[in-house]
T-cell receptor, first 109, second 114 residues
Framework: GQNIDQPTEMTATEGAIVQINCTYQ??????LFWYQQHAGEAPTFLSY????GLEEKGRFSSFLSRSKGYSYLLLKELQMKDSASYLC??????????FGAGTTVTVRA | IAGITQAPTSQILAAGRRMTLRCTQD?????MYWYRQDLGLGLRLIHY???????GKGEVPDGYSVSRANTDDFPLTLASAVPSQTSVYFC?????????????FGPGTRLTVL
């Protein structure tokens, strides 16, 4: 089976930086995804890592270490609209996505 | 371009009834998926289809069936609904020929089984 762990909740102040960690143990590895999900809405794609290192996309960055089974999503210059759940998902050896339970980020003024 | 649509948006259903959740995509993606999302458990794969005419079982397939008669449609059927099937159901699709094979999600169906 797949095991993907991420913190349940995080709180940060507007303008600050928050780092959401994700550790995984899966049968095979074919990439790691981060999705954002606002309450009552569908998940939307944020980032994709398949090689070790940092991928930067505007205020969001995602890092991957395959040897450690570890990724993080970095959110910079937090805005109120960034309050959402962030889902870590790993594509396994059968090319199926397994999701973590999600991290709810609350941004306070 | 609508992307992925799902119907109904929400439904309250009596236990034992049959229900079909509809999913249609207009992106010509070859792969489609059904997930359920429950509090504290995250998204779990129910069934998937890599291409029209083929389907496969995901992590939690029991009590559900799917069909893929064409590229655009991927309905999910609950033959005899039970309260444990109360959940939010998301349909997704992807172009599996792409390197990232990113999945795009529909707006979801909130189902309550009483």
């Amino acid at each position: 089976g797949q095991n993907i762990d991420q913190p349940t909740e995080m709180t940060a102040t507007e303008g600050a930086i928050v780092q959401i960690n994700c550790t995984y143990q899966t049968s095979g590895f074919n990439g790691l995804f981060w999705y954002q999900q606002h309450a009552g809405e569908a998940p939307t794609f944020l980032s994709y890592n398949v090689l070790d290192g940092l991928e930067e996309k505007g205020r969001f960055s995602s890092f991957l270490s395959r040897s450690k089974g570890y990724s993080y999503l970095l959110l910079k210059e937090l805005q109120m609209k960034d309050s959402a759940s962030y889902l870590c998902a790993v594509r396994d050896g059968d090319y199926k996505l397994s999701f973590g339970a999600g991290t709810t980020v609350t941004v306070r003024a | 371009i609508a992307g992925i649509t799902q119907a109904p948006t929400s439904q309250i259903l009596a236990a034992g009834r049959r229900m079909t959740l509809r999913c249609t995509q207009d992106m010509r993606h070859n792969a489609m998926y059904w997930y359920r999302q429950d509090l504290g458990l995250g998204l779990r794969l129910i069934h998937y289809s890599n291409t029209a005419g083929t389907t496969g079982k995901g992590e939690v397939p029991d009590g559900y069936s799917v069909s893929r008669a064409n590229t655009d449609d991927f309905p999910l059927t609950l033959a005899s609904a039970v309260p444990s099937q109360t959940s939010v159901y998301f349909c997704a699709s992807s172009d599996s020929s792409g390197r990232a094979d990113t999945q795009y999600f529909g707006p979801g169906t909130r189902l309550t089984v009483l």
